[in-house]
């Protein structure tokens, strides 16, 4: 009986004994949990902040590559425009070039024209026809063995000294009065058209 009781007694206190263990392993585990908690929220957190952080940089780096391709675009299409220009400026040269080089053969042309006509330049050529006794029917002799040779001299030359000896302001060898005579008569017309005779005269 004495037995039992001390056997009941221990029991119980043991029983109340790892009572009181459970509790305090419960609040151990408790405790436990909420640390494991506690870090778990933490380390979300940082994944978290990782996470963002990445993102963000990533972003960054988006927005920064952009932007180089951008200006990298902007840069090349500037540099096109500039190398368009460029040609276009060289082209624009160029023409110009060929233009003056086709003005200038125009010109030869309608001077190797004007030569032509002034060849077969009958007004002329009958003008002249009072000229030849003293200066040549080729305008290659001395008048009277005192003037220039007339032939081939330059149109605007003659027709110069023609309207000098017309107007009686021109004596050279002492015959201006002479050619005052020959000049007197002409028009304007008749010593512009004899002058280009004489000078087409080779
Ligand atoms: C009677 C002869 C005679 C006749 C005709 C004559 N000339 Fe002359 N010509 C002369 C003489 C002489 C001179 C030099 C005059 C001087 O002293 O400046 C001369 C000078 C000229 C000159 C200047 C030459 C020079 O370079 O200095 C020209 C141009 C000319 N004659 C054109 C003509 C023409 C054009 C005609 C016809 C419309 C003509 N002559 C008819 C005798 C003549």
């Not at 509790?23 to 978290?48: C, F, I, L, N, P």
């Not at 960054?60 to 952009?66: L, R």
């Not at 024209?113 to 002249?128: E, I, L, M």
């Amino acid at each position: 009986m004495k037995k039992i009781v001390i056997l009941s007694i221990t029991t119980i206190a043991m029983l109340t004994f790892s009572g009181c263990g459970d509790k305090s392993k419960e609040e151990g585990a408790k405790s436990a949990v909420e640390v494991a908690k506690d870090a778990t929220t933490k380390t979300v957190d940082a994944a978290k902040n990782v996470a963002k952080t990445a993102v963000d940089k990533t972003k960054e780096a988006a927005a920064a590559t952009t932007e180089a391709v951008k200006e990298t675009a902007t840069k090349a299409a500037e540099a096109t425009k500039e190398a368009a220009a460029a040609t276009a400026e060289k082209a624009k040269d160029a023409a110009a070039t060929a233009t003056e080089a086709v003005k200038e053969k125009a010109k030869e042309a309608a001077t190797a024209t004007k030569d032509a006509v002034a060849g077969g330049n009958d007004k002329g050529k009958a003008v002249f026809a009072k000229c030849v006794s003293c200066h040549g029917s080729d305008g290659k002799t001395k008048a009277l063995g005192k003037s220039e040779i007339i032939a081939g001299q330059a149109a605007a030359d003659i027709e110069k000294k023609l309207q000098e000896y017309k107007a009686g302001t021109r004596n050279v060898a002492g015959m201006g009065m002479l050619m005052k005579g020959q000049a007197g008569p002409l028009s304007d017309e008749d010593i512009k058209a004899v002058a280009e005779y004489i000078s087409s005269l080779k």
